[in-house]
């Protein structure tokens, strides 16, 4: 190996480099509690956190597993004190415990300094009280979350084995009949059940909500299932409907249209959040029923008021379903805390490799501004030159042509511009779908893809998040969110559902050369290399 050093951020943050022809193997090694920060043609560079080797060894992965990956992959010798580090961090999860004492919950170590210099910072002091003996000290069970998310702060993450209450008992069972769930599905229902609480990542495509249903029928009771939109929020209950024993009568929904609640509700985000005169008038569903499981779909997308009162939830089971984990606004360790640690993550690879996802080509496109319109970018305010490149002209006649190319294909065009994406839906004479469609619009439109009467969308953010549509086979995208790492998973992930004959997903990213827009699309591709993605990158010309 070559000499050099890693480097060490203050937050003990790992910069680790990995040499490009052990890329592959080192992605396999390394993912599992790194991610990677940057991937450019020879050398790959994973940012290993103290919250991805506490989600590592929640999961189950020791300390000696981590160092022998570290020694193995690193393009540098790894000093020996780094990995004293690494071992000395993974170990601090669970050196603390939040369990049952009678009908106390209290707060356990098994290093009484460690209790002891816990319990002197001035945010925790309030949330614990009586002391029972050196090692021990009561918490107010109101306060479940609340500790939890303050021990993460100063960097001594609980184990919570509290346990959780039943719930109200409702008989849920999967209707298996002609199905059954896939190994990873089954492992992921396990492996969460047997956590008590936590998160699964599965890629898009893969059946989260086959998670979600096992995981209701392991519970048999009354479960509360929260959602992105409504259209998503019928998704999941059509899906219940089919895959359970569950009837229409028991399914209820909680949305802007409808106010249902059911032994299984499904409610929106959108409508919890909504404040009135300074309050959440619709918060009060979470204690509507004695509810046995909470789930969360699209979980890394948890607004704060929904953060918030899931603190208020910690003695019911609670599943959170994403397909990625990353969060822009570096909120990872409140779903860690108060949803719970990572319980089973599967590579995307490899479940592709096993044939439950559609093989993937993904290209970057890049197009070239006019003399004319680099002046006018390098002249524009740096807070527009991103639309301005995002929205750049040019684009236009490569996404005609990248249509043209795979016609008859069911082909997505996504964006973030409603402007240029109603330009481009005129162009294409195709149907355009934004966040200003009603949902009984969008889901005739939504049927009519999935039916073959129509091959061409274009559509907003709104299709980014929880939309099936399995025959979508290839995906443009013209503009993104910044730099959003999750958004650029998720929009993949509208093609990634298998196809019937066998045929690779196309997922193409026209991105506009020395502007920013290069810059947002090289940071929004991360998560993707990181599951073992390489994009192709491609001149205009060559469409």
């Known amino acids: 190996m070559p000499n050099g050093a890693l480097i060490v951020q203050s937050d003990r943050t790992i910069l680790l480099e990995v040499d490009h022809e052990n890329a592959e ?110 090692l021990t000290v009561v918490v107010h069970p109101s306060e479940r979350g609340a500790i939890k998310q303050e021990l993460i702060k100063v960097g001594w993450p609980a184990e919570d084995r509290a346990g959780f209450v039943d719930g109200e008992a409702h008989p849920i069972d999967l209707d298996t009949s002609g199905w059954q769930l896939r190994p990873y599905q089954a492992q992921a229902v396990d492996g969460f059940w047997d956590g008590g609480s936590g998160v699964v990542v599965l890629p898009c495509g893969a059946g989260k909500t086959l998670v979600g249903a096992g995981a209701m029928a392991k519970a048999k009771a009354t479960t509360l299932i929260l959602v992105t939109n409504t259209v998503s929020a019928r998704q999941w209950r059509d899906e219940l409907l089919k895959r359970t024993s569950l009837t229409e009568d028991e399914i209820g929904e909680y949305s802007g249209a409808r106010k249902e609640i059911r032994p299984v509700t499904i409610a929106t985000y959108q409508v919890l959040t909504l404040k009135r005169k300074g309050v959440y008038p619709h918060l009060e569903l979470l204690d509507a029923r004695d509810w046995g499981l909470v789930v969360y779909d699209e979980v890394h997308l948890l607004p704060a008021p929904i953060f918030r009162m899931t603190a208020d939830l910690q003695a019911r089971r609670r599943l959170g379903l994403t397909a990625t984990l990353v969060r822009e606004d570096n909120r990872e360790d409140d779903v860690f805390s108060l949803i719970g640690p990572k319980r089973y993550d599967a590579p995307w690879k490899d479940i592709e490799s096993q044939g439950y996802i559609a093989p993937a080509d993904c290209v970057e496109v890049r197009v070239g501004l006019s003399d004319a319109d680099r002046m006018a970018y390098a002249t524009t305010e740096p807070d527009e030159r991103y639309r301005f490149a995002s929205c750049a002209t040019v684009k236009d006649p490569v996404v005609e042509r990248i249509v043209t190319q795979h016609e008859g294909a069911p082909t997505l065009v996504i964006g973030q511009y409603l402007d240029q994406l109603e330009t481009i839906a005129n162009r294409l004479d195709a149907d355009l779908i934004t966040g200003e469609t009603s949902v009984a619009v969008r889901q005739k439109l939504f049927q009519q893809f999935r039916d073959g009467e129509i091959t061409k969308l274009v559509v907003s953010k709104v299709a980014n998040f929880s939309i099936d549509l399995p025959e979508a086979s290839v995906a443009v995208q013209i503009s993104g969110t910044f730099g959003s790492r999750q958004e650029e998973a998720q929009r993949l992930g509208r093609v990634l559902r298998p196809k019937a004959d066998g045929r690779t997903a196309h997922f193409y990213s026209i991105v506009t050369r020395d502007t920013v827009d290069a810059d947002f699309a090289a940071h929004r591709q991360r998560f993707l290399a990181e599951q073992g993605y390489a994009y192709r990158i491609v001149d205009e010309s060559d469409i």
């Open 25 to 134: 193997a080192a992605r396999r090694a390394i993912a599992p509690f790194a991610e990677l920060e940057r991937a450019p043609e020879h050398v790959h560079t994973y940012r290993v956190t103290p919250l991805g080797l506490w989600n590592a060894r929640a999961a189950g992965l020791d300390a000696e597993t981590v160092v022998d990956a570290l020694i193995t992959h690193s393009r540098f010798p790894v000093p020996q004190s780094l990995l004293l580090d690494v071992a000395e961090t993974m170990d601090r999860y669970g050196r603390l415990v939040l369990e049952k004492d009678g009908e106390q919950l209290v707060l356990h170590s098994t290093d009484k300094p460690v209790l002891e210099e816990v319990l002197r910072h001035k945010r925790i002091k309030p949330l614990v009280g009586e002391r029972l003996d050196e």
